[in-house]
């Protein structure tokens, strides 16, 4: 497989925003767990949200290395 910038950058920003929607998915269903009683659930859910947030900042980071 050849990797170029442009295949780099798009398969980068691929990842980002996958990341993005999962972290958005688990926050949702953060405060879904919550409301039904499951604090320390929803509490480690935030958590792995943000852990994924972290990941896409690292992407980023990766991303922006390519211009």
Known sequence: M???KPK???LIGHW???NDS???SFTDWAE???AAGYEDIAK?????AAKMDECSVL???ARVKLE
Do not use: G, P
């Open 2 to 4: 050849e990797l170029d």
């Open 8 to 10: 780099l950058e798009h």
């Open 16 to 18: 980002i925003e996958h």
């Open 22 to 24: 999962h972290s958005t």
């Open 32 to 34: 879904k767990i919550e």
């Open 44 to 48: 480690d859910i935030r958590m792995a």
């Open 59 to 61: 992407l980023e980071k």
